[in-house]
């Protein structure tokens, strides 16, 4: 594989999931000493990355559950936020400006924080009550990010007698890095094709729904904005049809990320009405991969997962083709804001 | 005023705030029935505009609300939605179609549909539990929905005891439709400039910020990409800084939409970033903005609404500069989905 080193991966998404016992152990605590709610507060992509769980959450389970972004909570404040609320915290450099101030608001509020980061010595880790150190790169974040978000969200589900599937899933996600790294070689030529043919596009209409719509959103704006510096339009697939739609035509090209949660539909209806009206129509899916040792249950869990494995090698190729590398910027860490 | 018909401007808005006691009672209703949750399920721009009172519900008071896409929720399902939730659907037409599908699913499920429509034949008025129709159109109903979807937010709250101001705020957005036709009178020349500037601009970067951010992306998504076919990139102000960023250069056109209420800094900070990057900053303020009558509290609720009045003129005089009926579709209701 191109630029890319297999047993780092295998160790950092290892290093995500073998943080369930730790994760498990700082949950049971915030709940036995009355934790009452859980916030998500990442900022940028971190904060994205968190949607997966935080909706799982919203949607199957009684803890409240909010997902907000850290530079408007410390200005808007919320009813629910006080020494009763869980917070989560991602930063992979653990020094996001945003970030770190939102955890001196929560902290001030008396909540309990936990932070997932990549270095122990960051303010976000030596700051937070619970810090989760994974040390990963832009190449390897979003998969760990995902997992360990994962791991809370069935951790306080399985702790509320609302996930008895617990043991077994995190059985099988202790599978899951060997099985990516499977995705990764199998995808890999293919990788390079789908990078030979949208290197030069000057513009990506990206859409995904349920748990792919975060990694849509993410793809679009912090992998091909942010580092290939490509005009996007991330859209959920739903909103597509109010909109976005009038935008498709001939030579617009259009990414659709399918995966095998419930709202899969909502891609496939997207999938439907393209072909007449546009040629350049890329669909990664998903469920083309074999992942050994996984239920199908937790395949609909982890679909952004797979996803940001295969996107990753997409990229990988894009940054040659392109002779743009992923970590150049013209602003951001390099001006101040 | 180019293509306005300011009685009927008036009438609509009066309309919407007219509502106010129904509203009260259908609301008084269902908490007197032992609702526990709201949700607002509106889809596309619909379901935008009902994001700032999903958020003065989600961060000042303690009754759960949910902010769901219709298409989405009828096939995850939603923990919370059941006999006891009070579900609020938004459909100018009454007929769209995820909509539709929307409250049968939700009926089936026992809650009590609340339905804003411009149509008292429409399936969506024919079918809920409590149907509030005021005609509008394209040019009238951001305004109309932003403002009856507060009422029903300051309701709730006040109906619990969390807004003591309610009967001054209600008294104030009575006056509003008024001060709102002031502004369309004083914004008209600087929205016929404003739309002869960016009239060939092929791509927008839209950006926001609480209340604000519902209208930056409703007015890329619904006008200029719906109904003018012009690129856009809503963007968060916060998430601006973690991607987006990277796309200004030299000739991009950014359009910052700045209110009143506490996430104002945020806007700001990308305001004070770009002069440095682009040439094609277009900054819309509310608090440029005379309103009789309204107090500070109010203008920072409202904000929104007075940015759709100001937009609402600036589209009027783009569709004529730019040959381009706002009316005009290449798909949606021509072709299915």
Redesign the interface.
């Known amino acids: 594989m191109l630029n890319f080193d297999e047993a780092r991966f295998v160790r950092i998404q290892s290093g995500a999931v073998a943080h369930a016992n730790g994760i498990r152990s700082a949950l049971a605590a915030c709940l036995d000493q009355g934790a009452k709610n859980l916030f998500f507060l990442g ?3 971190a904060g994205i990355l968190m949607m997966p769980a935080a909706q799982l959450l ?5 803890f ?1 559950t ?1 997902l907000e ?4 909570l410390v ?6 936020l006080g020494p009763n609320s869980i917070v989560v915290i991602p930063s992979l450099s653990g020094t996001t400006k ?1 970030s770190v101030e939102v955890m001196e608001y929560c902290k001030a509020k008396g909540a309990k924080v936990i932070s997932l980061i990549g270095h122990a010595e960051a303010p976000l880790a030596k700051g937070a009550d619970y810090p989760f150190v994974n040390f990963a790169e832009d190449d390897t974040s979003c998969e760990s990010f995902y997992l360990q978000s994962l791991l809370i969200a069935l951790t306080i589900m399985d702790l509320r007698g609302e996930y008895p599937e617990y043991v077994n899933t995190v059985q099988e996600l202790v599978r899951l890095p060997h099985a990516l790294l499977e995705v990764k070689r199998g995808v890999e030529e293919r990788a390079e094709r789908f990078a030979e043919e949208i290197k030069n596009e000057p ?1 990506h209409i990206v859409t995904g ?2 748990t792919t719509w975060p990694e849509a959103f993410y793809y679009g ?2 992998i091909l ?3 290939q ?1 490509i ?3 991330p ?2 697939a ?2 597509f ?9 001939k030579g617009v090209s259009v990414l659709l990320f399918k995966g095998e ?3 899969r ?2 891609v496939e ?1 997207v999938e439907r ?1 393209l072909p ?2 546009t040629d350049k129509i890329r669909v990664l899916d998903t469920a083309e991969f074999a992942l050994p040792g996984i239920s199908e249950k937790v395949r609909a869990l982890i679909s952004p997962v797979v996803l940001a494995t295969i996107l990753e090698r997409i990229s990988a190729h894009l940054e040659v083709k392109r002779n743009h590398p992923l970590t150049t ?4 860490k390099r ?1 101040a ?1």
Request: proline fraction near 5%; charge should be negative; charged fraction near 25%.
């Open positions: 900022t940028g992509g919203q949607r199957s389970s009684t409240p909010y972004m850290p530079a408007e200005l808007t404040g919320h009813q629910a945003e513009y729904a349920g704006m912090c904005e942010e580092m510096w005009r996007t339009r859209v959920h739903s909103d049809f109010h909109g976005t739609l009038e935008l498709v035509e949660d419930a709202s539909p909502l209806r009405f007449e009206y910027r013209r602003y951001y001006v804001y």
